[in-house]
């Protein structure tokens, strides 16, 4: 596998563990932060299919963009489209005041990090 690629999935997998971590804090979880890494574990889960396959992205964090390249390479990708643009856009709006995720988006943005990682890996060849 390509060095970058591997490093994409080892940034991934930083933000993966991050997720996780927030979600079984007892004291104070911060379900912002659970929704912000899950969703930057999932763009860079995206991220490392695109540069292993050669195929150029542009620098964003929306999700749907990503989508769009993923499908010429992989087709059932359009499946997670609705879970990948809710995801995208719930870790925008609580970054900013006015709004807050409560456990119910947090434990629902990590549910969809966790298929599309499992895709994602299972598509890289990479173990768990």
Request: charged share 25%; net charge positive.
């Given at each position: ?10 940034k991934a997998e ?115």
């Amino acid at each position: 596998m390509n060095p970058l690629t591997l490093e994409w999935i080892e940034k991934a997998e930083a933000d993966f563990i991050t997720a996780q971590r927030e979600m079984r804090a007892r004291k104070n979880p911060n379900y912002d932060a659970a929704c912000f890494h899950s969703q930057q574990c999932v763009e860079k889960c995206m991220k490392a299919i695109l540069h292993n396959a050669a195929v150029p992205f542009p620098k964003t964090h929306n999700l749907t963009i990503l989508l769009e390249l993923l499908l010429p390479i992989d087709p059932t990708w359009e499946l997670m489209r609705a879970k990948l643009a809710r995801l995208s856009g719930l870790a925008v709006s609580i970054r900013y005041p006015g709004e807050s995720a409560d456990k119910g988006a947090a434990r629902e943005s990590l549910q969809c990090c966790k298929e599309v990682r499992k895709k994602a890996r299972h598509f890289l060849e990479l173990e768990g």
